[in-house]
Nanobody, 115 residues
Framework: VQLVESGGGLVQPGGSLRLSCAAS????????MRWYRQTPGKERELVAQ????????QYADFVKGRFIISRDNAKNTVVLQMNSLKPDDTAVYYC?????????WGQGTVVTVSS
């Protein structure tokens, strides 16, 4: 199983970024996918999740109305569209899947929101 995130970077407050996670090594279309984030000294926190068929999505309260999670099962990709970014959104963002009962994480992509 491999999860590879991309799309992080530096953005000004109010701006947008699009994170992608490319998955391989498992039947992507059969598994829920999640995005988490972590800042130094804090626990990793769930940002958003999406069901295997994309019929169900869930968001943390702190991103509701600003972030959108989606997936393309033909391309084995899950995307996190982040809009109206705030400095508090600065973090390392991780893609996650539980496959065959085991936890898999990507290497993370850094998002910095600053003027």
């Amino acid at each position: 199983v491999q999860l590879v995130e991309s799309g992080g970077g530096l953005v000004q407050p109010g701006g947008s970024l699009r994170l992608s996670c490319a998955a391989s090594g498992f039947t992507f279309s059969s598994y829920h996918m999640r995005w988490y984030r972590q800042t130094p000294g804090k626990e990793r926190e769930l940002v958003a999740q999406i069901s295997s068929g994309a019929g169900y999505t869930q968001y943390a309260d702190f991103v509701k109305g600003r972030f959108i999670i989606s997936r393309d099962n033909a391309k084995n990709t899950v995307v996190l569209q982040m809009n109206s970014l705030k400095p508090d959104d600065t973090a390392v963002y991780y893609c996650y899947a539980k496959v065959w009962g085991l936890d898999y994480w990507g290497q993370g992509t850094v998002v910095t929101v600053s003027s």
